[in-house]
């Protein structure tokens, strides 16, 4: 019973393709992430959903576009890739946005490679 | 200036060390602090949660925050090689966004 599951696990495509990254969770969680790890290991946040709301919204280059369906899916829509946007990509969950502390729990990641 | 700081490493120690990992922020209104950790080729997993100041211990690891000089510090104590992995320091940014900011994390490995 994996709690939050990423697809595909591995990606790789040419420059100027569209691809897409898809997330769920099973926890009942009311809020999603997606965050970009770089070679260095860096993660950083990029965009945030909660019940379908977008509520953050980093400074990301708009080829990227999340979309969440329902609160228990979120997925990324990238347009004309570049060899930049190589890396990994976690989704991530957790039971709410803000108040006290609310753990994330991440996905595998997929791994997309663009040459 | 980064919001966190972490030294990347790479760290090496034996089996049975003690390991400390350390990260600066820059936010003095930061308030909740996290150690994630990430072995090779998985997502990270939330290890310790820090609120405000002081210490919080679980098992051999150990969670430190001082706010006056802005650093927190994970120790580990009696080190395995089941430690190995890579340890990112997060702090929560947004109080109602629930945004998470993370260090570069340090690379560790515990040899036997």
């Known amino acids: 019973d994996t709690a939050v599951s990423q697809t595909p696990k591995y990606l790789v495509t040419q420059m100027g393709n569209d691809k897409s990254i898809k997330c769920e969770q099973n926890l009942g969680h009311d809020t999603m992430y997606w965050y970009k790890q770089d070679s260095k290991k860096f993660l950083k946040i990029m965009f945030s959903y909660n019940n379908k709301e977008l509520i953050i919204n980093e400074t990301v280059p708009n080829r990227f576009s999340p979309k969440s369906p329902d609160k228990a899916h979120l997925n990324l829509h990238i347009n004309s890739l570049e060899l930049g946007d190589s890396a990994v990509y976690f989704c991530?969950?957790?039971?709410?946005?803000?108040?006290?502390?609310?753990?994330?729990?991440f996905g595998p990641g997929t791994r997309l490679t663009v040459l | 200036q980064k919001e966190v700081e972490q030294d990347p490493g790479p760290l090496s120690v034996p089996e049975g060390a003690i390991v400390s990992l350390n990260c600066t922020y820059s936010?003095?209104?930061?308030?909740?602090f996290m150690w994630y950790r990430q072995y090779s080729r998985k997502g990270p997993e939330l290890l310790m949660y820090?609120?405000?100041?002081g210490n919080k211990e679980d098992g051999r690891f150990t969670a430190q925050v001082d706010k006056s000089s802005k650093y927190i510090s994970l120790f580990i104590r009696d080190s395995q090689p089941s430690d190995s992995a890579t340890y990112l320091c997060?702090?929560?940014?947004?109080?109602?966004?629930?945004?998470?900011?993370f260090g570069q994390g340090t690379t560790l490995q515990v040899k036997p």
């Open positions: 936010n003095s209104a930061f308030q909740y």
């Open positions: 991530a969950s957790s039971l709410s946005s803000g108040g006290r502390f609310n753990e994330q729990f």
């Open positions: 820090t609120y405000s100041s």
């Open positions: 997060a702090i929560r940014g947004g109080a109602f966004t629930g945004k998470l900011i």
